[in-house]
């Protein structure tokens, strides 16, 4: 898609600097792609820190790794 947009020059120069892209789309690309990762991993932490992951009463680390051998 493209986009037309006004960015600051130093905002460009530190994302070209930082994502490393062989143009300015593909560091730009590389950027919001990072972005949006650690902002899917933000969202995970505090969905876990409202409902917090809990272990089942039978479960054993050692009958896990038992059947992660098996297959």
């Given at each position: 898609?493209?986009?037309?947009?006004?960015?600051?020059?130093?905002?460009i120069e530190e994302v070209r600097a930082h994502a490393k892209g062989?143009?300015?789309?593909?560091?730009?690309?590389?950027?919001?792609?990072?972005?949006?990762?650690?902002?899917?991993?933000?969202?995970?932490?505090?969905?876990?820190?409202?409902?917090?992951?809990?272990?089942?009463?039978?479960?054993?680390?050692?009958?896990?790794?038992?059947?992660k051998q098996r297959s």
């Amino acid at each position: 898609m493209k986009v037309t947009g006004s960015l600051p020059d130093q905002l460009i120069e530190e994302v070209r600097a930082h994502a490393k892209g062989q143009t300015l789309t593909e560091s730009l690309t590389l950027a919001l792609e990072d972005w949006l990762r650690l902002k899917k991993i933000s969202c995970l932490n505090e969905q876990v820190q409202r409902q917090p992951l809990e272990f089942s009463k039978n479960f054993s680390a050692g009958r896990t790794r038992a059947l992660k051998q098996r297959s």
